[in-house]
């Protein structure tokens, strides 16, 4: 499934902290990894970022499988 990352994207989920399936708004984040100070090495993740319209828990997960 091919999703844009145009503006809102809101999607039914289940929540885990309501434990109902609810509105959820679904972003993407990169969040840059620092690695240890020997190698100035930095990843960067794109997380999946869900948040419950309903009480604002979120979730997030990794996108690249590693
Ligand atoms: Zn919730």
Redesign the pocket.
């Known amino acids: 499934m091919a999703t844009t990352d145009d503006s809102f994207n809101g999607m039914t989920e289940h ?1 885990e ?2 434990d109902l399936d ?1 509105l959820h708004e679904v972003s993407v984040q990169i969040r840059t990894e620092s690695r240890k100070e020997e190698n100035a090495q930095f990843s960067r993740e794109p997380y999946r970022v869900s948040e ?1 319209q ?2 604002g ?1 979120r979730t997030s997960q990794r996108m690249n499988n590693a």
Do not use: I, K, R, V
Request: proline content about 0%; glycine content about 0%; charged content about 0%.
């Open positions: 929540c902290s309501c609810t419950c309903q009480c828990h």
